[in-house]
């Protein structure tokens, strides 16, 4: 994004340690000879700070709690979702969308961004019904009660897995990453050249899944 936004949500927090972040390597001690004679193959080095050393189980928990509490209250403030009448006559007709989403290329394929002012507002973490849409095409129709993912090819257990048992067998994490679309820098290439593309709010953040790696 083009746009500095305050992480007006996490002022309290200095050292991420939300599950599912990977922490730094926490080295051993610096050995080094009791020589007086130090030669050009011995370094004096200072001991670096490891986040480990005061890591706890509980500082998981709370950071957990806490995005928790802040994507509740963005979903609460929030307008409800629609079956916009923008899709009546297109094959996305049967999808809700939130009704401040800016329409990029026209009714269909979707292809929208939230407002800037709305994504700023809601800081680090975006809540759902915001988040920006990339289609070629329709929206497949598919339903979680016959929705299956094929795990095959090199693998020691091809498997099939449905959406009920990657829920219910398998950990979730929380990661606030931030998604972006491959264009979302085209305001800045239009300075130069026009371009045929979007230009601000192509910008996502907060994931919220299953690891594939958990699967595999």
Excluded at 101 to 129: A, Q
């Amino acid at each position: 994004m083009a746009a500095s936004v305050d992480n007006r949500q996490f002022n309290n927090r200095h050292v991420p340690t939300l599950n599912g972040f990977v922490r730094p390597y926490k080295s051993g001690p610096n050995h080094r000879s009791d020589s007086p004679v130090r030669t050009h193959n011995n370094f004096t080095t200072k001991k670096q700070f490891s986040v480990e050393e005061e890591y706890s189980s509980s500082d998981d928990e709370n950071e957990a709690d806490h995005y928790n509490d802040v994507i509740r209250k963005g979903n609460s403030e929030l307008e409800s979702s629609i079956l916009d009448p923008r899709d009546e006559a297109t094959a996305d007709n049967w999808i809700e969308r939130n009704s401040t989403m800016v329409r990029l290329t026209g009714k269909h394929p979707f292809n929208s961004e939230p407002p800037l002012t709305r994504l700023m507002h809601h800081g680090f973490i975006t809540p759902v019904p915001l988040h920006y849409v990339r289609n070629h095409g329709p929206v497949p129709k598919a339903s979680w009660d016959d929705w299956t993912i094929e795990i095959t090819g090199l693998v020691k257990r091809p498997t099939r897995l449905t959406m009920d048992q990657l829920v219910n067998e398998y950990p979730s994490k929380e990661f606030p990453v931030t998604l972006v679309c491959a264009g979302n820098r085209r305001k800045e290439q239009n300075m130069v050249k026009q371009t045929i593309g979007f230009q601000l709010g192509f910008c996502w953040n907060f994931h919220f899944g299953v690891e594939r790696c958990s699967a595999l």
